[in-house]
């Protein structure tokens, strides 16, 4: 992983009021990217981040697992296949109800370049 300067309790202020019918109408400003099947990406008002958020996981151990798997696949994109890829990490947060609820996150790309 690559360090990024993520401020932890902005995206847990976040998490914790956010509205998913409703992600841009919360206190803390931020923009939709885009939807995927089952994830939404955001960027937050003044950062040069994308947070991609998963869905909810059934328990810790299946967030530790998928983690292991982000991390490999990232590696061998790099590695094995040459991509350079943007800087990125991973950081979970306290959701609703107990939950940890993970984010992916990206420098975020020009819109031209995608």
Request: net charge negative; proline share 8%.
């Amino acid at each position: 992983m690559t360090p990024l300067s993520i401020d932890l309790p902005l995206l847990q202020s976040f998490e914790s009021r956010l509205d998913p019918y409703h992600p841009e109408a919360g206190e803390i400003p931020v923009r939709v990217l885009g939807y995927g099947e089952i994830s939404t990406v955001f960027a937050v008002a003044g950062q040069n981040l994308a947070y991609k958020r998963l869905p909810i996981f059934h328990s810790p151990a299946e967030i530790d697992d998928y983690e292991l798997i982000y991390d490999r696949y990232n590696q061998l994109l790099q590695d094995e296949v040459g991509i350079v890829l943007p800087a990125y990490s991973r950081v979970r947060v306290s959701g609703r109800y107990g939950v940890d609820v993970l984010y992916l996150v990206q420098e975020q790309l020009p819109a031209s370049s995608i």
